[in-house]
């Protein structure tokens, strides 16, 4: 009979759910090193043998409470009819830290079928596992795979068709060795995980008082399970009185004996122990100490940025020669054709400077993305959130907060997106407020051009010193809140290491190739746009088509709004209009500077020390540089991250009340830089 099976497939992040569901399904989904990515579900699917399975990505998940969105996601899905068959993908090379997932999915009472994934790794890493006894001790299929390299894929669709109804576990044969249990009841051969006597006392007494109440409820024993850890879906979803059977919630009794029953399983059944995992833990050691584990991050974030600096500006200097022909080639063109003066000044002033100005700053965007995607392939992003962990709880914001503000140096809209992961809307709105004080790359241009031009050989210092500030404002702005609400984070971090790898090649180019991607459309279209009405606007007055750029409708905003500006030293019209048109992106505050000052090739060395000369005659000097620098830093981010902003809160009244607080900081942080830089000066 041809019929549908529908699988989920859950597992840790990071375990090769999405790299499995793409091996079957031949999508590209997108394949990630860090938690938090796949936080929706997706759907495929494949055939073997007459039967077609639908499988559904899940996210990643480390238990099945429901603290956060993703875990809620997952949960709320493998309870439902929509899945027959639970496929619990494993990173084998990790056992231990894995299997925890898996007993609470056995718990649940579904065909749970357990998919060891990374069996290349495991293999190469001279590990053994015994495939006799892991099914003995867990009571279902074990099924050795590879995802990367495509083995043991049928006979993992193979034992899914064959268990797609077995309830009933296999043959369970445990010895736990010095337990005697004097429970009423023997469980050992029925439930894979048998708990400490007066546990199993309390799950009989709630199971009665469930047959009582809810006679229909399906899985008594997990609901059971659930009410001793005081779990508030299941408690609200099904009120029970159970005060006299548990006085306080005996979640840390359950949790604490699930991995005493893991060490059993894993002292059993894994042979060889890697020696990898004692050399992570070794370097572990020094990466997340307490004491060295934040200098070392803030000196890799140094490297980070020399080399986008140094191999950056090195290459950007052949995209600069490049854009120097192509505008030579393009003058050229046009005047051969005679063509309209103003039709030229458009595509020469407006689009070629704005857009190829922008263009330029691809390599350092690229040095940056191929150094961020290498740290987190290789494992260390996921200590990076564990060293924070630390200072995030003192912030009251559990470390998950920091994966999305570790985003948010890439670009404001995932990172804002990612905070999802976070389990309540109070995280939630802290950590969206705080994620566009993260320096995005898209203010990486503003940096790299302004510093260059003002602050010669300290450039590099100075451009961190800004991504410093982004940060400390970022941190300053949660303690107070954190002060203000006296919210503690109440769920600690559970989040586990993965060993370090060397970086895979596909996945790097894959993530830098997006990033990439991002950036050329972007160029070619916001940027694209932005450059034309900026040429617009200043090329256009009041009487129509104007030389003089004092004439036209940006010049009159600008000088509108430049007093406000004064006392934070951005009191230019020119600079105003920039920032303004920055809200589109922020990388337009390059290109309509070019516009603006009507200077071609703005990020050659000649077009900076013309530049220079230009801001020079209008008195623009280093510290109002830097204060530029800084506004452009805390400013509004984006129109795209506005957008996605309400998306996520739901709320303008929010969105608008953050926007006020970034512009707000933004002054009086411009005021102090400048302030302190005319003082130095
Ligand atoms: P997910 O978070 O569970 O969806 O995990 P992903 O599918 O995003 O994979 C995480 C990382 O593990 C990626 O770098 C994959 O290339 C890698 N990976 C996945 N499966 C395998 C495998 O079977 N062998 C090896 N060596 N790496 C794998
Ligand atoms: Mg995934």
Known sequence: MNSTI?????????????????????????????????VEKKEGHTTYENETFKLIDLPGIYSLSSYTMEETVSRQCIMSDEIDVIVNVVDASCLERNLYLTLQLIELGKPVILALNMMDVVEERGMEIDFHRLPEMLGIPAVPVSARKKTGLSILMHTVAHHKTELRQSPLIHHHPGKHSFHVHNHHDEFTM???????DKIDSVIKALEEKYPELPVKRWHAIKYLEFDTDVMSRYPLSIENIAERSYEKDIINQKYDFLEEIVSEVLVNKSEKAASTDKIDSYLTSRYLGLPIFLLIMAFVFFLTFTVGDWMKGYFEICLVHF?????????????????????????IAGVGGILTFLPNIFILFLALAVLEDSGYMARVAFIMDGIMSRLGLSGRAFLPLLLGFGCTVPAIMASRALENPKDRFKTILITPFMSCSARLPVYVLFSSMFFGKNAMLVCYSLYLSGIIIAIATAYVLCKIDGSKAEHALLIELPEYKSPNVHTIAIYVWEKVKDYLSKAGTVIFIASVIMWGILNFGPSGYV????????????????????????????IVVALIA???????????????????????????????????????????AYALMVFCLLYVPCAASIAVMKRELGSSGKTALIILYQLSVAWLMSFIAYHAGLLLS
């Open 194 to 200: 048998v708990y400490e006597d007066y546990i199993e």
């Open 582 to 624: 920055g809200i589109a992106a922020k990388e337009v505050v390059v290109s309509s500077c070019s516009v603006l000052f009507g200077i071609q090739n703005i990020t050659s060395s000649s077009g900076m020390s013309s530049m220079v000369s230009a801001l020079g005659a209008i008195g623009f000097g280093a510290a109002n």
């Open 327 to 351: 505008t030579d080639f393009a003058a050229g063109c046009l005047s051969s054709i005679h063509a309209d003066p103003m039709l030229s000044s458009l595509i020469l002033d407006g689009i």
């Open 547 to 574: 030389t003089d750029i004092s004439q036209s409708f940006g010049s009159l905003i600008g000088k509108v709004v430049s007093p406000l500006f004064e006392p934070v030293g951005l009191g230019y019209w020119q």
């Open 6 to 38: 529908n699988v989920g497939f859950i597992g840790n992040p990071n375990c090769g759910k999405t790299t499995l569901f793409n091996a079957y399904t031949g999508a590209n989904l997108k394949v990630a090193n860090w938690p938090g990515v796949t």
